[in-house]
T-cell receptor, first 116, second 114 residues
Framework: DVKVTQSSRYLVKRTGEKVFLECVQD?????MFWYRQDPGLGLRLIYF???????EKGDIPEGYSVSREKKERFSLILESASTNQTSMYLC???????????????FGSGTRLTVV | GENVEQHPSTLSVQEGDSAVIKCTYS??????FPWYKQELGKRPQLIID?????GEKKDQRIAVTLNKTAKHFSLHITETQPEDSAVYFC?????????????FGKGTLLTVNP
């Protein structure tokens, strides 16, 4: 099975801190994604990456940046954490088979971040 | 871009009853529709998916139907059990394009009462 591993299950950070959330996948997937999940709002895409050093903004990129220096690792960075960034953060990875085969979208277990 | 609407946001059923969750999508070109189940405190996991070249797919107690003309698809769970209690997300994407990301609905909290 594909494993998508997020480095921390729970994090508590102070307002204004720089925060790094790490995600590693072990199946050589090209695509990686960062979502935040809030009650009643579902899964909202922050950023995604379809190749090393490539990144694209999702639906809610403000206040976040990302880094993908290696294919297996995708980092989400909160440059200056704020209380409205308290949320569950989910990483996912996927690959796309030519001709429309199975998409393979797999999630990590999530990091619950609290900013105080 | 694609937009996916999901209803209802919450659903409560008695054990043994059926549950139906409905989603509509906006992009008629979308051709792959997965459903994810997220149990409390756990990651979303794929439970069933359907491609646009079929109208229905079943896997034991769960089934998904797709109406391309109306641009909606539904998840059906029969003989519900307490362990079916979870948040369910539908999603849509045009596979095979340069689009890499699934568009998710906002989720349905299903509660199965013993």
């Amino acid at each position: 099975d594909v494993k998508v591993t997020q480095s921390s299950r729970y994090l508590v950070k102070r307002t204004g801190e720089k925060v790094f959330l790490e995600c590693v996948q072990d199946m050589d997937h090209e695509n990686m994604f960062w979502y935040r999940q809030d009650p009643g709002l579902g899964l909202r895409l922050i950023y995604f990456s379809y190749d090393v050093k490539m990144k694209e903004k999702g639906d809610i990129p403000e206040g976040y940046s990302v880094s993908r220096e290696k294919k297996e690792r995708f980092s989400l960075i909160l440059e200056s954490a704020s209380t409205n960034q308290t949320s569950m953060y989910l990483c996912a990875s996927s690959f796309l088979i030519a001709g429309g085969g199975h998409y393979g979208y797999t999630f990590g277990s999530g990091t619950r971040l609290t900013v105080v | 871009g694609e937009n996916v609407e999901q209803h209802p946001s919450t659903l409560s059923v008695q054990e043994g009853d059926s549950a139906v969750i409905k989603c509509t999508y906006s992009d008629s070109a979308s051709n792959y529709f997965p459903w994810y189940k997220q149990e409390l405190g756990k990651r979303p996991q794929l439970i069933i998916d359907i491609r646009s070249n079929v109208g229905e797919k079943k896997d034991q107690r769960i089934a998904v139907t797709l109406n391309k003309t109306a641009k909606h698809f539904s998840l059906h769970i029969t003989e519900t059990q307490p362990e079916d209690s979870a948040v369910y997300f539908c999603a849509a994407i045009l596979q095979g394009s340069s689009n890499y990301k699934l568009t998710f609905g906002k989720g349905t909290l299903l509660t199965v009462n013993p």
